[in-house]
């Protein structure tokens, strides 16, 4: 992938996780999708890096930029 990305997502032996991309383990596991999105954004921020939340079905639901957007808003 061109951008480098952190995801919850969930967890093939059950839960949820927190993987960047190109990362073969987990960095963070819980029970709740909910308890890992706030470390995650942090995460994300602290090293400018996207953020995608993941749906139970592995849909993405919401995506975050905390690194460089090359398309920023006007105004």
């Known amino acids: 992938m061109s951008r480098d ?10 839960g949820w ?7 073969q ?18 995460i994300s ?3 400018g890096t996207e953020l995608q939340i ?3 079905n592995g849909q993405i639901r919401q995506s ?3 690194g460089n957007d090359p398309h920023p808003p006007k105004g």
């Not at 987990?26 to 029970?31: E, F, I, P, Y």
Request: overall charge positive; hydrophobic content about 15%; proline content about 7%.
């Open 5 to 14: 990305t952190h995801r919850v997502m969930p967890h093939p032996d059950g």
């Open 54 to 56: 993941h749906r139970p």
């Open 25 to 42: 383990r987990a960095s963070h596991r819980g029970d709740t999708q909910s308890g890992l999105i706030d470390t995650a954004r942090e």
């Open 17 to 23: 996780q927190i993987k960047r991309d190109g990362d």
């Open 45 to 47: 921020r602290n090293q």
């Open 64 to 66: 975050d930029s905390h």
